[in-house]
């Protein structure tokens, strides 16, 4: 009954710390995405994984790497943080099938501020 | 491409009134329109699919193919309706993506 669970709550990095946020789901779900929300502008897509193995490019993804060794985990990681990485991270993942998508289970956010 | 737009970023009304979030989209293709509901910095919920037609809360929701629109109604506002609203669309035909809008206050006032 977890959905998506993600790790830390919050942060506090200096400038250049790398971190890794982490994202996991028990829903046997494909499909695994990672957002940043800003005041004023939305959820902004950084990247987003179709299935194990399989990664790609969202709005935003300067700055953010991420893999998927597995079909539950999504970590996310910021190589040198700055100071414009303060947000609220939400990962989210949801079941797709024949095509169709049954809408996106979200995780409870990681706020980060990189001071 | 696929692209989101919510033009009005605060909604404010009174208890009572009927309610309309507005959200436009442009995608090349069959879209899956979502509205999600984020309450109070919690963590967003999905409020309607599109292809459900489903009537969570009192809200509906109708895809129109031809003004490309998928607004959300309410009839009688409610102070608990009070929230962030987004709207997304997801493209199976473009990567498999979940795009969001810039969202929607709404504050129902007393």
């Known amino acids: 009954n977890a959905g998506v669970t993600q790790t830390p709550k919050f942060q506090v990095l200096k400038t250049g710390q790398s971190m890794t946020l982490q994202c996991a789901q028990d829903m046997n779900h494909e499909y695994m995405s990672w957002y940043r929300q800003d005041p004023g502008m939305g959820l902004r897509l950084i990247h987003y994984?179709?299935?194990?193995?399989?990664?790609d490019q969202g709005e935003v993804p300067n700055g953010y790497n991420v893999s998927r060794s597995t079909t539950e985990d999504f970590p996310l990681r910021l190589l040198s943080a700055a100071p414009s990485q303060t947000s609220v991270y939400f990962c989210?993942?949801?079941?797709?099938?024949?095509?169709?998508?049954?809408?996106?289970?979200f995780g409870s956010g990681t706020r980060l501020t990189v001071v | 491409a696929q692209r989101v737009t919510q033009p009005e970023k605060l909604l404010s009304v009174f208890k009572g009134a009927p309610v309309e979030l507005k959200c436009n989209y442009s995608?090349?293709?069959?879209?899956?329109l979502f509205w999600y509901v984020q309450y109070s910095r919690q963590r967003l919920q999905l409020l309607l699919r599109?292809?459900s037609r489903e009537s969570i809360k009192g809200f509906t929701a109708d895809l129109n193919k031809g003004e490309t629109s998928f607004h959300l109604k309410k009839p009688f506002a409610q102070e608990e309706d009070s929230a962030m609203y987004y709207c997304?669309?997801?493209?199976?035909?473009?990567?498999?993506?979940?795009?969001f809008g810039q969202g929607t206050e709404l504050s129902v006032k007393p």
């Open positions: 989210a993942s949801t079941l797709v099938v024949a095509g169709v998508a049954y809408g996106y289970t």
């Open positions: 994984s179709v299935g194990a193995g399989i990664t």
């Open positions: 599109h292809i």
């Open positions: 997304a669309l997801w493209g199976y035909n473009q990567g498999g993506k979940l795009i």
């Open positions: 995608y090349s293709g069959s879209p899956e």
